[in-house]
């Protein structure tokens, strides 16, 4: 079993950043593919960023649209952690956000979830 923990969430003002943590434990995760959702008051869950092991210490990242050039996913596996580094926030980025991971080859849904951690962006 693996345990996700999020943190790093709070109130922002527009234009300002961010650095969301999910700290894993139970297993490591550094070959673990791991996710960055989120979702906002009556909307659907929505996927920001996806962070896949390709071979030794290469990773492929993918990020949403709506976050490209502002968001970064990164890790750090002495500290089976993940990251996403949220820059340049804007209102429609209020969310709670989710870390998930899954073993690979990632076969969605997520096997496992974290609890969320509220982001609020104020205009």
């Known amino acids: 079993q693996v345990k996700l923990v999020e943190s790093g969430g709070g109130l922002v003002q527009a234009g300002g950043s961010l650095r969301l943590s999910c700290a894993a434990s139970?297993?490591?995760?550094?070959?673990?593919?791991m996710g960055w959702f989120r979702q906002a008051p009556g909307k659907e869950r929505e996927f920001v960023a996806r962070?896949?092991?390709?071979?030794?210490?290469?990773?492929?990242?993918i990020m949403a649209d709506s976050v490209k050039g502002r968001f970064t996913i990164s890790r750090d596996n002495a500290k089976n952690t993940v990251y996403l580094q949220m820059n340049s926030l804007k209102p429609e980025d209020t969310a709670v956000y989710y870390c998930?991971?899954?073993?690979?080859?990632?076969?969605?849904?997520?096997?496992?979830w974290g609890q969320g951690t509220q982001v609020t962006v104020s205009s």
């Open positions: 998930a991971a899954d073993p690979p080859p990632l076969r969605e849904p997520y096997d496992y």
């Open positions: 962070h896949t092991w390709i071979s030794g210490s290469t990773y492929y990242a």
């Open positions: 139970g297993r490591t995760v550094s070959r673990y593919v």
